[in-house]
């Protein structure tokens, strides 16, 4: 079957720097995207890696190992405003979309 | 970017009664829309795909009769709730893309449907 695993949870302060980790198990892929979901909601798109290696964006970069199933969302200099869930979704090989259960983010003082 | 509406933005209905939600690309033509569904604290999870001009792709367990879709023309999907319950209340979004595989989905601002 198909599989997307992400924490649950992650804590960090204002100004510092996070990282989410995303791995994934797919029938082929055609891409990984990063979303950024407030409470009630829809998912605003964050990033999307097809290549292995970082693609930075402001205060955001994703990083991508293809061979090792493996991503992560790198959020620095932290704001509180981005205390959100961030979704971590992957392209089959019918360009479907297969959605992780996303990180709840909590930023501290 | 491309943008998707969704309307209405919440509901509030009666068991029993059926609810519309739309759908609408309004600046790119989508032969392929996606209905998703999310209860509080977990994440999305596909209903159905959409497709112009022909019938829905449901995901297994959805039920085509309860939850109709109609794709009648490249910019809007509609989703209708037939007979909703209480445990049909759930946050719905669809999405869109506009053509081009590796390009982003563009969601939909959500319907908050409440059924009491």
């Known amino acids: 079957g198909q599989n997307i695993d992400q924490p649950t949870e992650m804590t960090a302060t204002e100004g510092a720097i996070v990282q989410i980790n995303c791995t994934y198990q797919t029938s082929g892929f055609n891409g990984l995207f990063w979303y950024q979901q407030h409470a009630g909601e829809a998912p605003t798109f964050l990033s999307y890696?097809?290549l292995d290696g970082l693609e930075e964006k402001g205060r955001f970069s994703s990083f991508l190992s293809r061979s090792k199933g493996y991503s992560y969302l790198l959020l620095k200099e932290l704001q509180m405003k981005d205390s959100a869930s961030y979704l971590c979704?992957?392209?089959?090989?019918?360009?479907?979309?297969?959605w992780g259960a996303g990180t709840k983010l909590i930023i501290k003082p | 970017g491309a943008v998707v509406s969704q309307h209405p933005s919440w509901v509030i209905c009666k068991s029993g009664t059926s609810v519309k939600i739309e759908c609408r690309s309004l600046?790119?033509?989508?032969?392929?829309m996606f209905w998703y569904r999310q209860f509080p604290k977990q994440s999305l999870m596909l209903m159905a795909t959409s497709n112009e001009g022909s019938k829905a792709t449901y995901e297994q367990g959805v039920e085509k009769d309860k939850f109709l879709i109609n794709h009648a023309s490249l910019t809007l999907s509609t989703l209708t709730v037939t007979s909703a319950h209480p445990e049909d209340s759930s946050f719905y979004i669809c999405?869109?893309?506009?053509?081009?595989?590796?390009?982003?989905?563009?969601f939909g601002q959500g319907t908050r449907l409440t059924v009491v």
């Open positions: 999405s869109a893309s506009p053509p081009g595989d590796s390009t982003e989905a563009f």
């Open positions: 600046d790119f033509q989508a032969t392929t």
């Open positions: 979704a992957v392209k089959d090989s019918n360009y479907q979309l297969i």
């Open positions: 890696n097809v």
